[in-house]
């Protein structure tokens, strides 16, 4: 029987849709990427015109965890307003506890002594290891490489076992007070900090080679959802999304908080600000706080884990309370009234995982805040959606949401 | 099983065991429950680490997360819900086949938790009916499995064969449900 | 220091006066002059990047409400804030800042669904946080915390379930004291409202 043989075409395989201009055909069709999926990391939903696969339009839907938190922070007074900061970056508790507290502090004009400072850092750091480390598992997961969830979950739990010793519990810590942390560092934590570093970057690499030259990941990831300098700049992105893109701003360099300029570490910065990039970041980043744990450590200072002469802003120590009468009032006025910071207006942000998490508040004086704004990162990071996504396809969506690691309790607060 | 519902002489029954229908519906319902994570907060991470190799979910039968309502057992309502969402969270329990099963897990899903506020609904009880609260902020991995636990000795409870038998077998609607703290009535 | 940056400030835009601020440089400058000013902030000063955009509502006073931004320079790594006083009181509105810096979209977006201040010019002012038909603006200090009853944002559920928005019971809680005033009332009680499910609230 006689074959044929016809040569055909099929074009540019590798084409992505910007490149193509193709008629739209019929109608667009309307998505709606649930605020219940698991892309979403949380609760976002999309709602998304498609043509076909590609994305012609994005609308970004918030608020589907909004919760009130700036509200209740003028009912609360600063102290019982911590456990709500745990909650906003609520995979970097530690970071949002610490940040929140030196902005009241800074309006109290107040400084805390260095082993405070130190233990302050062991808590950003450590914490950003953590939500990064769930940042990079989470974003493979959604690449489809589910073993790195398993190694980053299990180097996550060894964590969670620091933060349980340290704060009695394992995430929403509550950990910081105005002036000071809750208590001192328990004995041989910072042994056991270390062995942790040590057992990290192993693991580290261990994704690395699984992720960063990994084939099917870089197809995923290389090129899709490049954001320009102009852009990350206009749109207020900060953090690792915004390094990545090849501006350096980190704030822990270029506004010094605790101490961080006696450190000696590098900031990774990219250089496309593609999907691909900000998962270098994330990576680069771990090893860097690793770097910063262990010359922390090795610096650790002695003395007060709180600032004594704050009279009015720390409550003392409870062995004084039970027997002295002055500390006993001043307990008594700092738990019910608050700490008494002086009227004025602050703004401080500091370095999170997820971006610069900043506070602005206005006191009036006394123990409860007038108005408590929290900048979170997430909301700023997620404003450049309805730019970024239209034109990917479909299946792009899930790395982008992935490397832009939002997270929707700050985000909505 | 239990040990109630077997009668078991190999040498007289040989390779039958008789047993009461309901004992193997609800065993085979319980060890194998697919929970739908309606992951919203920070409960979520929980549940992930529940998940996760250390207190590994799946040696309940747990471990498929199926984040599709249609194949879904059991919603495990985790993290802060509030009034934008509480629709979506009705819908998405409607569209889940009976027999279905859900957990509050934590504070603010059972109650409302420390939020409130003007936004947040006080208890995801109030549009569904919620068969094992936990408790916590967020509860322990092995909080959460202990509900599990509970959960699957509640589905051993069942009178299945009644419920698969009955004509008009109804889900759980408004009338059903008080408006503090429903579990089903089944 | 401050002074001397704010002198050179005020040499160039003679309409802004100096704000008291616990740490950055803080000016007050009018509405109108608004997005000149940071036209000028952003291409010629080096504030490029909008950190943040709230408002504060003084309750009493007038002006009752002042919109504040928050900018932050990328090469000279300082903050600036910017507060600018709506001149209504009722229907607040202050100019947007959306042709100037893309971030303030999302920001005034959320402004507007908290506070209930208007940005004319935002090409797409709606609410953002809370839902579409929500008619209060929650973050205003005559609103209360527990919130007000509504209906459920969707008439389904609603009918299905029996619920609606309820204002959340306060118990008795939070248990703060305020800020002045005799010891005897400055016992912590519940600042805002104190009904629960039992006790209802009194209609009044």
Known sequence: MATTTKEIS??????????????????????????????????????????????????????????????????????????????????????????????????????????????????????????????????????????????????????????????????????????????????????????????????????????????????????????????????????????????????????????????????????????????????????????????????????????????????????????????????????????????????????????????????????????????????????????LIPGHYLTDITVILGSLDFVMGECDR | MQNTNVAYDSKVEGEIIVTQADAVINWIRKHSVWPMPMGLACCAIELMAAGASRFDISRFGMEVMRFSPRQADCMIVSGTVTYKMAEVIRRIYEQMAEPKWVVAMGACASTGGMYRSYATLQGVDRIIPVDVYVSGCPPRPEALLDAMIKLQDKIGRERSVKNLTARNAKPAKADNLALAGAGKES | MAESEFAQLKERFDYLSERQSADHLAVNCPANKLVEFCGALRDDLGYDLLVDVTAVDWDAQSPRFTGIYHLLSTTKHEYLRIAADCADDINPSLPSLCEVFAAANWHERETYDLMGIHYDGHPDLRRILMWDEYPYHPLRKDFPLAGIEVPLPADDVAEATGATVLPAPMMGGPFVSSADGPMSQTEPSARDESWTEQKEKPTD
């Open chain 1, 10 to 387: 099929i074009g540019d395989l590798g084409a992505r849709s910007s490149e193509h201009e193709t008629e739209l055909q019929g109608e667009t069709m309307a998505l709606n990427v649930g605020p219940s999926h698991p892309t979403t990391h949380g609760v976002l939903r999309l709602k998304m015109e498609l043509d076909g696969d590609v994305v012609k339009s994005c609308d970004p839907v918030l608020g589907y965890l909004h919760r009130g938190d700036e509200k209740i922070a003028e009912n609360m007074t600063y102290n019982q307003f911590v456990p709500y900061t745990d909650r906003l970056d609520y995979l970097a508790p530690l970071a949002n506890n610490v940040a929140y507290a030196m902005a009241v502090e800074k309006l109290a004009n107040l400084e805390v002594p260095e082993r405070c400072e130190a233990i302050r850092v062991l808590c950003c750091e450590l914490a950003r290891v953590s939500s990064h480390l769930l940042g990079v598992g989470v974003y493979g997961m959604d690449a489809g490489a589910w073993t790195v969830f398993m190694y980053t979950f299990t180097e996550r739990e060894k964590l969670y076992t620091l933060f349980e010793e340290l704060t009695g519990a394992r995430f929403t810590t509550s950990y910081t007070r105005i002036g000071g942390v809750a208590r001192d560092i328990p004995e041989g934590w910072l042994g056991r900090v270390l062995e942790f570093c040590k057992g990290v970057l192993p693991v580290l690499d261990q994704v690395d080679k699984l992720l960063t030259r990994n084939r099917i990941f870089m197809d995923r990831t290389v090129g899709i959802g490049a954001i320009s300098k102009e852009d990350a700049i206009a749109y207020g992105l900060t953090g690792p999304n915004l390094r990545a893109c090849g501006i350096d701003l980190d704030l822990r360099k270029d506004k010094p908080y605790l101490g961080y300029e006696k450190f000696d570490f590098e900031v990774p910065v990219g250089t496309t600000g593609d999907c691909y990039d900000r998962y270098l970041m994330r990576a680069e980043e771990i090893r860097q706080s690793v770097s910063i744990i262990r010359q922390c450590i090795d610096q650790f200072p002695e003395g007060s884990y709180y600032a004594e002469d704050a009279k009015k802003i720390f409550a003392p120590q409870k062995a004084k309370v039970l027997t002295s009468m002055e500390e006993l009032i001043q307990n008594f006025m700092i738990v019910t009234e608050g700490p008494q910071i002086p009227a004025g207006e602050v703004y401080f942000e500091a370095e999170n995982p997820k971006g610069a998490l900043g506070f602005f508040i206005v006191s009036k004086g006394g123990g409860v805040p007038y108005r408590l704004k929290i900048r979170g990162p997430s909301f700023c990071n997620l404003s450049i959606l309805d730019k």
